[in-house]
């Protein structure tokens, strides 16, 4: 007797979901939340990011271990990524280890003090774990939790200025990340500039893609 397939399986529904989406920056292509997160089963891009070290949907997300979060505090780094993370409308600060002995002879109530600037006056959010496999953990229940494609880096701003909604437009072309778009910006001046660009002006920056850059702006919405 032929076997008949279970439609209510729980096995098969599983094989089609989606995997979670994970963009990880690539100087984080060493640590060990990648592969952990590969563990439980999310697919993980790496691309170069010029703010935070992950990306889960339009949340970015900074991730700094014990003894680098606070060098970076020292350094002022951390304070220059921390505004910078502070232009996107949703970010989050992962501070990773925070049970561990700290290298750093700092008072604790300056630490303190820090962390509550974090989250008063800079408001962005902060989750301390304990290890890179509690990180992955909550990396991927965001991305489970946020249904969202995660593939675009087309972060929402708070409050963006007139380059940032030319490079926000610019980014919605194929091809076209915020390096490309910004450089398009520098060569150009404007967005009225870049459009009446003949193909050859684009190839400099675009390449191969210049044709297909123009090709979408004569493109009729019919």
């Given at each position: 007797m032929k076997e008949i397939n279970n439609i209510f399986d729980n096995s098969e529904t599983q094989k089609l979901e989606e995997k979670p989406k994970i963009i990880a920056d690539v100087h984080e292509k060493n640590s060990l939340v990648i592969s952990e997160l590969m563990g439980l089963g999310a697919e993980v891009e790496k691309k170069k990011l010029e703010v935070?070290?992950?990306?889960?949907?339009?949340?970015?997300i900074e991730r700094k271990t014990l003894p680098d979060f606070l060098s970076?505090?020292?350094?002022?780094?951390?304070?220059?990524?921390?505004?910078?993370?502070?232009?996107?409308?949703?970010s989050l600060l992962?501070?990773?280890?925070?049970?561990?002995?700290?290298?750093?002879?700092?008072?604790?109530?300056?630490?303190?003090?820090f962390i509550m600037s974090i989250l008063l006056?800079?408001?962005?959010?902060?989750?301390?774990?304990?290890?890179?496999?509690?990180?992955?953990?909550?990396?991927?229940?965001?991305?489970?939790?946020t249904k969202k494609s995660c593939q675009s880096l087309r972060i929402?701003?708070?409050?963006?200025?007139?380059?940032?909604?030319?490079?926000?437009?610019?980014?919605?072309?194929?091809?076209?990340g915020p390096i490309t778009a910004k450089k398009l910006q520098k060569k150009f001046g404007s967005l009225k500039n870049i459009i009446n660009a003949n193909e050859k002006e684009l190839e400099e920056i675009l390449g191969k893609k210049s044709k297909e850059f123009i090709d979408l702006l004569a493109m009729n919405a019919a």
């Open positions: 935070g070290d992950y990306i889960v949907n339009d949340v970015i970076s505090m020292i350094s002022k780094r951390l304070q220059y990524q921390l505004q910078n993370m502070q232009k996107n409308e949703k992962i501070i990773e280890n925070y049970e561990s002995e700290p290298e750093i002879n700092l008072n604790p109530n300056c630490i303190k003090g006056e800079y408001k962005i959010p902060i989750i301390f774990t304990r290890d890179s496999k509690e990180t992955a953990d909550y990396l991927y229940l965001l991305a489970k939790k929402k701003l708070r409050h963006p200025g007139k380059k940032e909604k030319i490079q926000y437009i610019l980014e919605g072309f194929p091809g076209v």
